[in-house]
């Protein structure tokens, strides 16, 4: 089972579908989403995973600092799931990183 949660893995349908599955009963360590979440190529399996945390068995900071770097991901569909979840499950922002554009800058360009 653990070579089908690999995020390289060749069945990344695999991975979600044992993800989804494992995390409600904390059947994944505290390392294996971290690892999943930051190592998997595949957007949409990042973003499963995301919105998988919101009946995840875990601690609340932890599923806090996932949420948290997954605003920051390259794909805007993982950052949206993780927007989403931190409304279900009430998860603060507390990490702003160098990816998000300022609103000041997104109404002077508007203006223009």
Not at 16 to 40: F, M, N
Not at 42 to 52: N, S
């Given at each position: 089972?653990?070579r089908a949660l690999a995020p390289k893995s060749q069945?990344?349908?695999?991975?979600?579908?044992?993800?989804?599955?494992?995390l409600p009963v904390d059947g994944l360590s505290r390392?294996?989403?971290?690892?999943?979440?930051?190592?998997?190529?595949?957007?949409?399996?990042?973003?499963?995973?995301?919105?998988?945390?919101?009946?995840?068995?875990?601690?609340?900071?932890?599923?806090?600092?996932?949420?948290?770097r997954a605003l920051g991901d390259d794909s805007p569909?993982?950052?949206?799931?993780?927007?989403?979840?931190?409304?279900?499950?009430?998860?603060?922002?507390?990490?702003?990183?160098?990816?998000?554009?300022?609103?000041?800058?997104?109404?002077?360009?508007?203006?223009?």
């Amino acid at each position: 089972m653990k070579r089908a949660l690999a995020p390289k893995s060749q069945q990344p349908d695999l991975t979600a579908a044992l993800a989804r599955w494992l995390l409600p009963v904390d059947g994944l360590s505290r390392t294996q989403p971290k690892y999943i979440l930051e190592r998997s190529p595949h957007w949409w399996l990042r973003a499963d995973m995301v919105l998988a945390l919101a009946s995840a068995a875990m601690d609340e900071p932890v599923r806090a600092a996932l949420l948290n770097r997954a605003l920051g991901d390259d794909s805007p569909d993982v950052a949206i799931a993780a927007a989403w979840t931190m409304g279900q499950t009430g998860t603060r922002v507390t990490e702003v990183g160098a990816k998000f554009i300022p609103v000041q800058s997104l109404s002077s360009r508007n203006s223009a």
